[in-house]
Structures are given as structure tokens and as C-alpha cells.
């Protein structure tokens, strides 16, 4: 004869108590193994409360994976990491960034996005790392639709490609599920392991199947084409490098100018120039300064790549180039 129904409904309380994810699924389960078979009565009522239960588990297991894989953006640029596991993606960012992921020489080793920070130029660039791709991602083997959503908002994509052996046939795999994603945007093939014996085999291999695409072969074990990879990152990232007037005058020990209009923005501290998109313009930088000072500004005196000669006054409009030093000046009230 079965446990009185009250008693068995205190029992399953108890053993639900604190549990939640897969721990909270097993005991609903064998909860649900435990229960009489009737379809009616108290025990029927039971076993319907248990499977709310169970939907209810499932939904927030849901919810919190989603979360997991959701990385906020920061920094002047967001650069996504794709490939295949186990192809150094992890490597790189704890090269670039010194980032402490973990690394290992068997696949899976991320098991959700991870960001870092990588300092290229005075500027703070996001590289993201995905989880490894497997073939049907796009049809969410893998979790492959979470993972591939938090790369959907990338300025430019690093493509990772193992040199070793097999390593180019999971690059296509890899690369066969996110070509609509990456389509359109700066994109640029990493090929990892460079150390290794195979390496140059597996890169006229590469070169030869993916004809057109740029490769920079790297190796976070010996340093060979990090420094190469972080200009490609710089240059993908369509960033450029705009300073004060104040602050190269008196790096290079010229006597001080007139002081530049300053804004109480983080970015005009210390030594680190201001980080603007290519094509900024003149306003765009006192905008980026703060945003009421483009309101009283009249013209802008320039030196660097963009001026025709060095202390050129220019407008509002003027656009700006990287290394350009500029001394806004206000209207005349």
C-alpha cells in the first residue's frame, strides 16, 4: 500500500528543498518513480504539481544558460574569436589580454563566451571568445545559437585556424557555420600553433582552400606573429588616435601653447590619446570629450596627418586622422 499522499507530498518538499538545474530534475524524476499510477485523486494532483515542477526547472535552466552567454560590451572595439575546439583560442587571449582562462590540450575546454581586454594602441579592444564550433551549429548542436547570438554585435571577427593536422578541415567546418555572420565585416584567418612541425603544410593548404582570405600565423609559445596579429586587430577595429595639444607639447619639451579646451571625460587622463572611429570629425571629438562641449566650439587648430601644414586652423566639419593633434577653441562670448 502506498505512503499516505500528504505524507509522500512532505517527503518530496524535503527533497526539493534547496536544489535547483540538473540536481532539481533528478529528484523530481525519481519523485515521479516513486508515485502510484492512479489518474484521479490526490495522487494524480501530485504527480501534476510535480511535472509543474519540472517545467518550471527546465524554463529557468533556460533562462540562466542564456544569461551565461550573454557578455556585455566594453571597451572602443569587440573583436569575436571563431573556430573550431581546441584551436588556441583561449591562447590568444591570455597572450593579448593576460587573461587567466583556462587552456588545455583537449577539446571543450571553454564551455561559455569569455571577454578580455587587450590594450592595442592606447585603445581598450574586447576580444570574445566562443565555446569551439562543431558542424550544426546553426541548427543549435552544441548550444551553437546561444553561442553564435553573443557574436552577433562584432565589429570584426578573428578566424581561428589550427595548424596541425586536420586543422583545416574543422576550420571549414567552423567556418561553414558562421559565413552569413562573418559575410560583410572585417574578418581576418589566425593560424595558431605555428611551432608546430606541420605548420607550414597545413598553411599552403589553407591558402590554397581559402584563396583571398588574409593569414597570420602566430604562436603563443615562441611569440612568432603576435605583434603582426595585434596591428591586424588595430586595423580591423577602424579605430584611430587623436591627441591634445597639451599633451605632445610637453612630451616633446616644446614650450607650452595656449591650453587646449578639456573635458573631465576618463579618456582625457594621463597619457592615453582619445580613441575615435575613422572618419571623426572635429566636432565628433569634442562631442566625444563631453557632450555639451561641441556646443561653443568655433574652430580647432590641427597638427598631424590631416593638416595641410603643422598649426592648420580648421572647422567643425574638418575630419580627422589618425596621430592628428588638435587644440579645440571656443567661440568669443
Sequence with gaps: MPMPH?????????????TDGAA??????????????????PYAELRKWLAQQAE????????????????????DARI??????????????????????????????????????????????????????IEGAR??????????????DAQAFLLILPLEAGGVTGFAQALAEVEDMVGGRPALVVGTKADLPEAEQVLAEASSRFPGRRVVAISVATGQGLEELRQAIWDMAGLMRVFSRQEQAESSGGRRPKRPIRGDHPSTLGDRPFILPHGSTVEGLASRIHHGLSEGLDKAVVWGPSARFPGQIVGRQHVLQDGDCVELLRRRS
Design 56 to 75: 518550471t526547472t527546465r524554463r529557468k535552466r533556460k533562462v540562466l544558460h542564456a544569461e551565461e552567454t550573454f557578455v556585455r560590451s566594453q571597451g
Design 24 to 41: 532539481r530534475m533528478r529528484v523530481i524524476e525519481e519523485c515521479m518513480s516513486m508515485l502510484p499510477g492512479y489518474r484521479q485523486g
Design 139 to 152: 541548427e543549435d548542436r552544441g548550444h551553437g545559437r546561444l553561442y553564435l547570438g553573443a557574436a552577433q
Design 80 to 133: 569575436v574569436l571563431l573556430g573550431p575546439p581546441n584551436a588556441g583560442k583561449s591562447s590568444i587571449l591570455r597572450a593579448l589580454c593576460g587573461s587567466r582562462v583556462e587552456v588545455g590540450d583537449y577539446p571543450f575546454t571553454t564551455l561559455r563566451p569569455i571577454a578580455a581586454t587587450a590594450l592595442i594602441n592606447g585603445a581598450q579592444v574586447q576580444l570574445v571568445e566562443i565555446p569551439g564550433l
Design 6 to 18: 500528504e505524507e509522500m507530498r512532505r517527503l518530496i518538499i524535503r527533497r526539493l528543498k534547496g
